[in-house]
């Protein structure tokens, strides 16, 4: 059965304090990785896709990487606006519909 | 600017009355799709429409429908809600497999 974990669930870090969040993935053909951003009662805010093993795409304090059993999201000396909860979401070479992780709820404090 | 509209953004409403949100998107994107979103259940998918006269079930669809006449509108229509249907909703679009997803602001509904 294809499915996401995220972890860990929530994420408490001082501003400049670097982490990772982390994808795990089981599907069977992985067409697409994506990671995104949402606030509270807003949509999803779409940031990277992956597609291979190896790849890695950045934009600004994010780096995502992928393997073929997870996905990492390394935020480089996190600031307050950071603070969200990131999804992840995979989809198979089978079909359009994206399989969806419970998020991480990361909050970076002054 | 490239968006996905949803309407109303708060909507509150008795049971059994029929209520309809709508969505349009300016992308030209063949595949759009309605969420939910609960605390503690995530988003979950209800329909899909990969495109003009083409939609499917998602996880979710029990009292739910919609359709898809023009490729920028995908209405989702609530016949007789209810309580349970209290919720967050998503419309999303994306132009193929392979792409993210662009959603809409959401639809806060709350059925009383």
């Known amino acids: 059965e294809d499915q996401v974990t995220q972890s860990p669930e929530a994420l408490r870090l001082q501003e400049g304090e670097s982490s990772s969040l982390n994808c795990s993935y089981t599907?069977?053909?992985?067409?697409?990785l994506f990671w995104y951003r949402q606030d509270p009662g807003k949509g999803p805010e779409f940031l990277f896709t992956l597609y291979s093993a190896g790849e890695e795409k950045e934009k600004e304090r994010l780096k995502a990487t992928l393997t073929k059993k997870e996905s990492f999201l390394h935020i480089t000396a996190p600031k307050p606006e950071d603070s969200a909860t990131y999804l992840c979401a995979v989809q198979a070479d089978s079909n359009y519909q994206l399989i969806w992780g419970a998020g991480t709820k990361l909050i970076i404090k002054p | 600017e490239a968006q996905v509209t949803q309407n109303p953004r708060y909507l509150i409403t008795v049971t059994g009355k029929k209520l309809t949100v709508t969505c349009s998107q300016n992308m030209n994107h063949e595949y759009m799709s309605w969420y939910r979103q609960d605390p503690g259940l995530g988003l979950r998918q209800i329909y899909y429409s990969m495109n003009v006269e083409v939609t499917d079930k998602g996880d979710v669809p029990e009292g739910y429908k919609v359709s898809r006449k023009e490729k920028r509108n995908f209405p989702l229509i609530l016949e007789s809600p209810s309580p349970n249907q209290t919720s967050l909703y998503f419309c999303?679009?994306?132009?193929?497999?392979?792409?993210?997803?662009?959603f809409g602001s959401g639809t806060r509904l709350t059925v009383v």
């Open positions: 599907v069977s053909g992985l067409r697409g």
């Open positions: 999303a679009s994306s132009s193929g497999t392979g792409y993210g997803y662009t």
